[in-house]
């Protein structure tokens, strides 16, 4: 499997942007797919997922209302819709992917994009 997440960048504080992580190598519907983020300093966390069935859950509360999931399992791909940016979403984000997972825990994905910077400015 390979993820390939695009999307970040810099952005004033309010602001949105729009990540996609597309997937290839094996079946895309068999797998959920999760956001996760890392700030510097910081623990990783997980910000959301969507399951293979396309169910979303938003985690992070700090991203609650603001951020959304969606998968197309026609593209092989997964998107990360962030609104009303804040300074202290600026991470490094990663999509990951994981056979029928679901969930927070990292660990129940195996694999994982590099990431993508966002940064949002005040």
């Known amino acids: 499997v390979q993820l390939q997440a695009c999307g970040g960048g810099l952005v004033q504080a309010g602001g949105s942007l729009r990540l996609s992580c597309a997937f290839s190598?094996?079946?895309?519907?068999?797998?959920?797919m999760a956001w996760f983020r890392q700030a510097p300093g910081k623990e990783r966390e997980c910000v959301t997922s969507v399951t293979w069935t396309g169910v979303t859950t938003s985690y992070a509360a700090s991203v609650k209302g603001r951020f959304t999931a969606s998968r197309d399992n026609a593209k092989n791909t997964v998107y990360l819709q962030m609104n009303s940016l804040k300074p202290e979403d600026t991470a490094v984000y990663y999509c990951?992917?994981?056979?029928?997972?679901?969930?927070?825990?990292?660990?129940?994905?195996?694999?994982w994009g590099r990431g993508t910077q966002v940064t949002v400015s005040s």
């Open positions: 990951a992917a994981g056979e029928f997972a679901l969930g927070i825990n990292p660990e129940g994905y195996k694999y």
């Open positions: 190598g094996r079946t895309f519907s068999r797998y959920g």
